[in-house]
Structure formats: structure tokens, C-alpha cells
């Protein structure tokens, strides 16, 4: 029977039951760019164990023995006429497989990879290229390193064995020179000179020896500390330069989304905050000071002078110089009917004090004002609160400021709400409505108060400036004339003797209810 008739045998009888697969299997050893590696497999898995071993697809490599391409059924052949012999193969690239390419529908572009996938393998092999060079690196160094420490051992074992010999013709000369006719008979210095190595001290020959050896061995022990110190580096080196890179890439990513990040929000940066130079000039005090007048979204006023760190606001009932953008910063113009160029300007946190100046007579001033004057607070008659301001690209001519529109009334709040909740109500579907507003205003004031502080803080602010909703003051309560508990006063008074409803009324009246009051009132009318 030939070799192939066995092998057909064996693969009917493994396909039929009485072999296993652990009879057909076999060992080889395949070979690319100096890397061998012994691969355990059957007859029908062979390619595919190689492919898996060199991450290849069996399509794209050949294997050759002895410059002959082979395959799967000829290298069982082989397994099989070489029964535990382990058989070595060479691996060549064939073919570029074509499975990490994606062809498009309309053929244009046939053979091209998608640009994801294709940077992809690119960094992947250039990943491979650089840990194979690292490898290549780290086993040149080692095995220079291994050689330069045999070739140290050898040189070591020669000079040991140099010395040795060194040593012996030293005692062949002490010999020669120390000994006497008496010591030795008749041996003359000639055959002294011409004794063997048999007639020479072997303790001393064997001691030198050892030593050699034992200088030897330590060389070889060196030379493999030597290499395994170069292996250890090598591989160091290697993680630090991909800990490097790492570190690189994440930092110059990190950097690029920092710079996209700012520069997204440098471009839509909006700042809604009008900002006008020039100088705010005071009519009482014929003194002005340069500064900025930066105009609010909700129609209020800040001011900023040159000579100040911050904005000006009114707090604990003094100006203060180091204010931002807050209500007690914020300032409120009430412009003159007859001038609109001439206003008071109000505190929004408090609405009863007005920003205004005093003359210092000479006095320093922590203000830069051109004749010494000072940031007071002043009341709403004072003349010394009344302001202009003329901006600096206007020729001298003074800005006009208008008037802030009067607050919404409970009411016109409550119209607001209601339509905004019909239009909720109309684009979303939900079945919701107000009625309409009570017509008692206390009743009013009381629902919308009770909403605003029902609502978070950033709701009400929001609630504010869309609807006007804040919290409103009650309104005065209509005094009531005669109550029933006054009758019975009157009532009373008339029993103690005071005979007059009209002046008994009027003296509760007067008393506010208080029936004592209202008898000492009758008691001193009486007497006059």
C-alpha cells in the first residue's frame, strides 16, 4: 500500500469513526522574516491554523518546502510518510486580500477601501512595523551584547590559562635556582628545564585550572546578566516611547477641542450690554466726571468711571466705586418732562435714594471729578441729583434718555398669563385654560403673589421679565364706617349716661373702637 492509499485509509476512517482527530493531527513548523513558530494541526485545518498563527487569510500566503510550493494535501502526505518528525515550511505573501477592501454599487470606484477602514489597517501595520522593528532592535542588541561577553569569557580563559602556564615555567626557574646537588642528586638544570607536565606539582596545575574555569563561568553568568539587562531596557524603552506617543496624542486632542471649545464661544460670544464714553456732568455742582454709561437690555442704567475699579452702586445707604452689574449697581433715569436730556438716576435695590454729588471745598476726593466733587446719595427733590451725560462722538450734544415703561398692573399680568396659556394650550394639545381675572383686586393680588412664590428663583426671574409677574403689593383695604361691634359701644355709652347718639358715634369713631378712649374724649367735651 502507498503512502497515499494510507492517508485516503486514515481519512475514511476518521470521516467513518475509528480514528479520532487526535490520530490525524501533526506538527510543523512554518517560517517568515525570522519568525518561526511550531504549529500543532490535522489535514483539514492546516491553512487555516497557519493563517490564524501569521494573521493571514488562506487566500494571501503559500507555503514552500525546499523552494516548492506545497499544499494541504501534500503536506499531509509528507505528515504521514514522516511520522513523528516535525517538517519545516517557508511562508510567502501571495495575494492582497481583498476583504478589507468595499467595493461600491455603481463600479466607479472599484477597487478603493473606505478611507475609515484604510487608516485604520494603515496604523495598524504601521503599529506592527514599529513593534516589529523594536523586537529586531531589542534581539540585535542581545545578542551583541551575548556575544561580546562569550568573546570576554574566551579572552578570560586564555589569559587564565596564559597565567597558568606563566606560573609553571616561574616554578621551573625557582626550581632551577634554589635547589642544590645535595637536594636533588644528580639532576642537573638542564633536565630540571626539561621536566613534562606529568612531573610538574599537579595540585598546583589543577588550582590554576579551576581558577580558570571558575573566572570562565563568572564571564558567562555576566554575559547573560548582560543580555537579559539589554531585554529588560529594550522593552522599557518600548513602553516609555508608547506611553510617549499616548500621552502626545491625548494631549494634542485634548488641546484641539480646548481651541474649538474657546473658539465657538468667541464666535458666538454676544454681548447684549450697550456700552457708551464719555462724561456724566452734574448741573447743581458744574462738575463732571469721564466714565462709560453702559445701557441694560431691561432699560436701567450703570456707570462706570475711569478712576473707579468697578461700577458705581448704592449699598448701606453710601456710593460705593467697586459695584458689577447687580441691582445695586443698577440705576433707573427718570428724565425731565420739559429736558428729556436732563434725569435723576434711582437705585433699582433701593428705589427711594437718588445718586447725586457733593462739593468738597478743596478736600481730596476719592473721585476724579474736574472741580474735586464727590459721589453722595441724595433725595428726589435735591437739585444736586440732577445728571446729563454727553457721549464723546457726538459733538457736545447731550444723550436724551426715555423714561422706563410703568410696571404692569395685577390685571394686564393676569391678561398676560392667560394668553400664554391659551397659546400653550393650542400648540400642544393640552386641555388647559384661566378663567377670568376676580374682580376683587385683593383677591387678585393674592393669586399672583401666591404664584410667584409658589415658582423657583430662576422661574420667577424668568416669569418677570416675560410676563411682569413679582410680587405686588396689597392694596388699601376701604375703611368701614359704623361696624356692628360700634353700635353696641354706642349703645353702651348711651346707658352710662352719655345721651347723645351722634357725639357718641363720632367719639367711637374717633377712638378707632377703643371704648375707653371714646368715654375720656365725651368725658372732656363734657367739661368744656
Not at 329 to 346: W, Y
Not at 472 to 497: I, N, R, S, T, Y
Request: aromatic share 6%; charged share 25%; net charge neutral.
Amino acid at each position: 500500500m502507498c503512502i497515499r492509499d494510507r492517508y485516503q485509509r486514515r481519512v475514511r476512517d476518521s470521516h467513518s469513526g475509528s480514528h479520532t482527530e487526535h490520530d490525524m493531527s501533526f506538527s510543523i513548523k512554518v517560517t517568515h522574516d525570522n519568525d518561526t513558530r511550531k504549529i500543532s494541526c490535522t489535514p483539514e485545518t492546516v491553512l487555516d491554523q497557519v493563517a490564524d498563527r501569521f494573521e493571514r487569510t488562506p487566500t494571501n500566503f503559500q507555503l514552500l518546502l525546499h523552494d516548492e510550493p506545497v499544499d494541504a494535501a501534500k503536506i499531509a502526505l509528507i505528515a504521514a510518510s514522516k511520522p513523528g518528525e516535525t517538517v519545516k515550511y517557508t511562508l510567502v505573501d501571495t495575494l492582497v486580500d481583498t476583504h478589507d477592501f468595499h467595493f461600491s454599487d455603481s463600479g466607479d470606484s472599484g477597487n478603493e477601501a473606505r478611507p475609515d477602514k484604510a487608516e485604520a489597517k494603515a496604523a495598524k501595520q504601521a503599529a506592527k512595523q514599529a513593534a516589529k522593528a523594536i523586537k529586531q532592535a531589542s534581539k540585535q542588541a542581545a545578542k551583541q551584547a551575548a556575544k561580546a561577553a562569550k568573546q570576554s569569557a574566551k579572552q578570560a580563559k586564555t589569559e587564565a590559562q596564559q597565567q597558568a602556564w606563566v606560573n609553571i615555567a616561574q616554578r621551573q626557574d625557582d626550581y632551577k635556582n634554589t635547589s642544590s646537588d645535595d637536594e636533588f642528586g644528580d639532576i642537573s638544570g638542564d633536565r630540571l628545564c626539561e621536566l613534562t607536565d606529568e612531573e610538574i606539582d599537579p595540585k598546583i596545575l589543577k588550582q590554576q585550572l579551576m581558577t580558570a574555569k571558575q573566572a570562565a563561568n563568572q564571564a558567562r553568568k555576566e554575559a547573560k546578566l548582560a543580555e537579559k539587562q539589554a531585554k529588560l531596557a529594550a522593552k522599557e524603552a518600548a513602553a516609555a516611547e508608547r506611553a510617549e506617543a499616548k500621552a502626545a496624542a491625548k494631549a494634542e486632542k485634548q488641546a484641539a477641542k480646548a481651541r474649538a471649545k474657546d473658539e465657538f464661544a468667541a464666535k458666538n460670544k454676544k454681548n447684549p450690554n450697550k456700552l457708551i464714553p464719555g462724561k456724566l456732568v452734574n448741573w447743581e455742582a458744574s462738575d463732571s466726571i469721564a466714565g462709560d454709561l453702559i445701557m441694560l437690555p431691561c432699560g436701567r442704567v450703570c456707570f462706570h468711571a475711569v478712576a473707579h475699579p468697578g461700577n458705581l452702586r448704592i449699598a448701606k445707604q453710601q456710593v460705593q466705586r467697586k459695584g458689577g452689574t447687580g441691582e445695586a449697581a443698577q440705576f433707573v433715569a427718570h428724565p425731565m418732562a420739559e429736558k428729556p436730556s436732563v434725569f435723576r438716576l434711582s437705585s433699582q435695590a433701593n428705589s427711594g435714594l437718588f445718586l447725586g454729588v457733593l462739593t468738597t471745598d478743596g478736600a481730596k476726593s476719592p473721585d476724579n471729578f474736574a472741580l474735586g466733587g464727590e459721589f453722595a446719595v441724595v433725595d428726589g427733590e435735591s437739585p444736586a441729583g440732577l445728571w446729563s451725560f454727553c457721549p464723546h462722538d457726538t459733538g457736545g450734544q447731550m444723550l436724551e434718555l426715555e423714561a422706563p415703561a410703568p410696571p404692569l398692573t395685577p390685571h394686564q399680568v393676569y391678561t398676560k398669563l392667560q394668553w400664554l396659556v391659551g397659546w400653550i394650550s393650542s400648540n400642544t394639545g393640552l386641555q388647559i385654560r384661566m378663567e377670568n381675572p376676580p374682580t376683587d383686586e385683593c383677591e387678585l393680588v393674592t393669586m399672583l403673589n401666591a404664584l410667584f412664590n409658589l415658582l423657583p428663583h430662576p422661574m420667577q426671574r424668568v416669569a418677570m421679565k416675560k410676563a411682569g409677574l413679582r410680587e405686588f403689593e396689597m392694596p388699601a383695604q376701604p375703611e368701614q364706617e359704623d361696624p356692628h361691634e360700634w353700635d353696641l359701644m354706642v349703645q353702651d355709652l348711651q346707658d352710662m349716661g352719655f345721651d347723645s347718639l351722634e357725639e357718641n358715634r363720632k367719639a367711637v369713631q374717633a377712638a378707632d373702637g377703643d371704648l375707653k378712649a371714646a368715654i375720656k374724649q365725651l368725658m372732656h367735651a363734657g367739661r368744656q
